[in-house]
């Protein structure tokens, strides 16, 4: 939505307002959108990263009352920032403790700009915005990174993250992790009080700070698409509305530091990934495996952007990260016409060198399976068994799975339906179970 742009608010089929369903919709469709640029200006005109989030809720509540008796407003974003103003210095008013703070924060107001009533729609004039348009992208970063700081716990980072950024109500991302709301909510109540009791700045990190800083904002962002494109638990494979979040921010994050390799190459991770999401799953939501695919319903657009966010990251001239790394091997699959010609070989290759970048089982559980592939089962059934061995995936269904499906390749089909039932009693999704249960009973 443009700036300026007028949210559809259907008048009542008398002539009268717009009804409170459209005005949902409305200050809804403006929340979705512009909710980052909304709380980042807000901090930014704070220096209060709580209660810029707080005002904004309270701008939103105030709106729906008010869009739905008048109508929406010419420029709805200012509207609500202008509220949101509003409500911060009536906060600072009530608090003496901040009187100074509260002076400082009115001065910067022009005469005259508020009444004693009502707050009204603002006019289309860039001066009652209260941010400097130049900045803008700064204070969506800096609320990135705020969001993401390190005093905060990984399940604080990504609710806050969610939340605060993303725009999402604590029901929206108490649903796509099955979690309860009052979870959620206790989690970013926390994490404002972390970061306010951390003094945390809102700002963005210095030049030296921000390759470290930048590194738990991609984590996060990780962390949503992954748990969005491969449920942990529940009756779904995948959670769509999580990872196609998880991959707008992404597009932002790109946008605003478009200079980052690494950014680039979260972002073609993401996007090679998400194209495969059309032919996952079957009719009545059954996990459809890769070697089962109809190629032809993976998104082919999702796939160019993919490869050319994934060459901007490579034309950097730094190397591959690991999230470029990950991507370079998504790209692999979504490249190949099918499983048995896709290049096992490069696939190997850039797993041993993600393996050195960023070494953790998980990425050598899955260079067994592309060594199984490329060279057969024996070579990767001894990895598999050095896992197995170290104990570093103990209770993580997917070493059993891989294990089952070597030995069944080698023939050991009464070894490898013990090793399928072991893996469908540590799947917590519902659906990779049921596949899981179906190739062990295939063996009998």
């Known amino acids: 939505m443009a700036r300026a742009d007028r949210p559809d608010l259907t008048p009542a089929a008398d002539g009268g307002p717009p009804s409170d369903a459209s005005a949902r919709r409305a200050v809804e469709a403006v929340w979705r959108i512009e909710s980052a640029r909304i709380v980042g200006a807000l901090a930014r005109y704070t220096g209060d990263f709580a209660l810029a989030e707080d005002v904004a809720q ?6 729906l009352v008010t869009w739905s008796r008048d109508g929406a407003p010419t420029s709805p ?7 949101a103003r509003r409500r911060a210095i009536d906060g600072f008013r009530r608090k003496s403790a901040l009187d100074e703070r509260y002076a400082t924060l009115a001065g910067r107001l022009a005469d ?13 004039r860039s001066d009652d915005l209260p941010w400097d348009p130049d900045r803008v992208d700064d204070d969506v970063l800096a609320l990135m990174f705020t969001a993401c700081h390190p005093v905060l716990s990984p399940d604080a980072r990504v609710a806050l993250t969610l939340r605060v950024v993303g725009g999402l109500s604590s029901e929206e991302i108490a649903r796509a992790f099955l979690v309860p709301t009052a979870t959620v909510q206790a989690r970013i109540t926390r994490a404002k009080k972390t970061i306010a009791a951390a003094r945390v700045p809102f700002e963005l ?16 962002l990780y962390v949503i698409f992954t748990e969005g494109s491969t449920a942990t638990t529940g009756d779904r494979l995948l959670r769509p509305d999580l990872a196609y979040e998880a991959l ?24 090679l990934t998400a194209a495969r999401f059309p032919a996952r799953t079957g009719p009545d939501g059954e996990a459809v495996l890769l070697e089962d695919q109809d190629r032809r319903r993976w998104d082919r657009s999702a796939i160019r952007r993919g490869l050319a966010a994934l060459g901007r990251a490579s034309a950097a001239g730094r190397g ?16 190949a016409p099918s499983v048995q010609e896709t290049d096992w070989e490069r696939v190997v290759l850039l797993y041993e060198a993600l393996s050195r970048l960023a070494p953790s089982p998980i990425v050598e559980l899955n260079r067994a399976v592309a060594v199984a592939m490329a060279s057969g089962p024996q070579q990767a059934l001894s990895m598999v068994d050095e896992l197995v061995a170290s104990g570093r995936l103990s209770g993580s269904y997917l070493l059993p799975s891989v294990r089952g499906e070597l030995l069944v390749r080698l023939g050991r089909t009464t070894e490898a339906r013990v090793e399928l039932e072991l893996a469908a009693r540590l799947c917590r999704n519902a659906r990779e179970r049921t596949v899981l249960l179906h190739k062990a009973a295939a063996l009998e």
């Open 58 to 63: 309270e701008a939103l509540a105030e709106a």
């Open 248 to 271: 707008r921010l992404a597009r932002m994050l790109v946008a605003l530091l478009a200079g980052e390799p690494e950014v680039c190459g979260l972002l073609a991770l993401f996007e």
């Open 112 to 124: 005259g700009e508020f009444s004693s009533g009502a707050v009204t729609a603002a006019p289309d």
């Open 320 to 335: 591959l990260g690991p999230y470029g790394l990950q991507a370079a091997i998504a790209a692999c699959h979504a490249t």
């Open 77 to 83: 974003v200012g509207w609500l920032l202008a509220t």
């Open 205 to 220: 990190p210095s030049s030296e700070e921000r390759p470290g800083r930048l590194g738990g904002v991609l984590s996060v």
